[in-house]
């Protein structure tokens, strides 16, 4: 072996050993500032900011029992929600449906509800709440309300159940619009 040979692989050692080095180094701070896609980064992220919609939503007053809160789909493509289940539940439409979404999106990219028991836009400065959504929906209460996105609105079902919810997510490809809803019943 040539003697020059342990002068060569000194050299690509210490590359070697830089390189390693900056690798590290770099990995720590995409971790750090949160821009990777490990498991350790959704960890160290910071929490989402608070939303105005239906999830934080008051608690309900005397006579009224908040029996649903969370994600529902809104359906179109002739299927609509029941909201007097106990859960809000996908039922065909002319069947038992309370609440259904278009099947296109309006010029102005707002998703136009229907609601044959009532159906109004909650405007950001009011609180969602059972007694709150029903002032709403008796002052401006129609059949149908266009709602955009992070809009928020009121409905109510035939046998007395309210709602609040929130648009979140519209695609009308994957058959409806997401949305964040609270629902309460009468006791």
């Known amino acids: 072996m040539p003697e020059d040979g ?5 050299p690509l050692a210490v590359s ?6 900056s690798a590290t180094v770099i990995a720590a701070l995409i971790t750090t500032c ?6 350790g980064d959704r960890a160290t992220s910071a929490p989402d900011p608070p ?3 239906a999830s934080s939503s008051a608690p309900a007053p005397a006579g009224w029992q908040k029996t649903f809160s969370g ?5 179109s493509n ?3 929600i029941d909201i007097d289940a106990d859960t809000p539940r996908t039922v065909p439409l002319f069947t038992q449906e309370d609440i259904y ?7 102005d990219g707002s998703v136009k509800f229907f609601d044959g028991a009532g159906i109004a836009a909650l405007p950001e400065d009011v609180p969602p709440g059972p007694a709150t959504c029903l002032r709403q929906l ?8 266009s709602v955009r996105l992070n809009g928020r609105f009121c409905a109510r079902s035939p046998n007395g159940a309210v709602l609040a919810a929130t648009i979140r997510d519209v695609s009308l490809v994957r058959g409806g619009a997401s949305v964040e809803m609270t629902l309460w019943r009468q006791r």
């Open 6 to 10: 342990g002068t060569r692989s000194a």
């Open 16 to 21: 070697l050993a830089l390189i390693g080095a």
């Open 34 to 39: 949160g821009h990777g896609s490990g498991p």
């Open 51 to 53: 939303t105005t919609g």
């Open 71 to 75: 994600s529902v789909l809104i359906p």
């Open 78 to 80: 002739r299927r609509g």
């Open 101 to 107: 979404a278009a099947d296109t999106l309006q010029p």
């Open 138 to 145: 008796d002052s401006d209460g129609r059949t149908q309300a």
